[in-house]
């Protein structure tokens, strides 16, 4: 095990790798005459979950510049673990929910069609490390692995309803839905029908976040899709109410150029909106917003206090999946995941705060 790198090559890494990021979503974005590859990760020979190891090193301190620091705006930082796996399809992690009310069983995916399922063990109420970890392909109607279908494989966002798991995948800008109770992460999933303007979404700042609405919510019973990067006529972010009781579009305002990346509904009906931000003056921002549900009709647009701000003098990295849990003791604790995009320069992070404002 390596030692942690001085800051400044933590900033010069993260910066590496964070354009190479930049690099490839531009290149992508161009007309190409030919299919672009699948990601070579994901060459499923079984559709059956298999068991991997997944090593956990803490990270003792949210801020390295001051260790003493735990409150981060209306968070205070609990405690954090790198993950890293020999198992190659490991990383990318996209989205995370979890399966109980403690915060101890959870459901991930990663942005190449994997499933992870695991339980978080805790010491003394910090993360300690991951058990039970197994990894399966994410299957189609037929019961194979979706990427076995050209650009079926982003798979950015994740929502869950009891026994239903809804996914959002990029690019092709669809939503599929699993029933969990018939095989867990073997069940296969269904496409749902979606707006028009689902379908419009820009082909690689598509589908980003899925909320589900439980009862006793305004909205009830609506899936909640917002996009990374889709613009209405006033250049803020688009995003839809599918189902429910008023189904529709509404936007959500953007401001400082933070694009979505996940988003939790507390049941406090508080919508936390996890963004982020890259430039090459600055470095990578990520930021938690609060909007009220109560706010959310069609046409509506939307906005809140920020409520955490970080950036590469933190221990973040690309944070693209959040989820919200209560401890026994009436805590809210908010649980953050990194995508490392399956780069050497990258880590895969997993967080944890208590929600104190």
Known sequence: MTTHPSRRRFLGHAAAGFSTLAISRLARAQPASEPPPR???VEH????PVAIEVNARPIPAFEPRDRARVRFGSLEYRSGLVLTSPHRGFGGLSGIRFLDDKGERFLALSDQGTWFTGAIRYSGGKMAGLDDVEAAPILNAEGRPITEKRLWYDTESLARDGDHVYVGLERVNQIMRFDFAKGGTRAPGEVIAVPTG?????YNKGLEALVFVPKGQPLAGTLIALSEGGFDA??????????????????VRRTDQ????????LPSGELLILERKFSWLSGINIRIRSIPLK??????????PVLFNADLGHEVDNMEGIDAHVTAGGETVLTLVSDDNFSLLQRTLLLQFTLVE
């Open 45 to 48: 020979a079984v559709t059956a």
């Open 234 to 251: 006033d250049g803020n972010l688009v995003a839809f109410l599918i189902g429910g009781p008023t189904p529709g579009q509404f936007s």
């Open 295 to 304: 706010s959310i009709a069609p046409g509506a647009v939307v906005d809140g």
């Open 258 to 265: 933070q694009l979505i990346s996940d988003a939790v509904l």
């Open 39 to 41: 990601p070579p990760q």
């Open 198 to 202: 689902v379908r419009k979404l820009p």
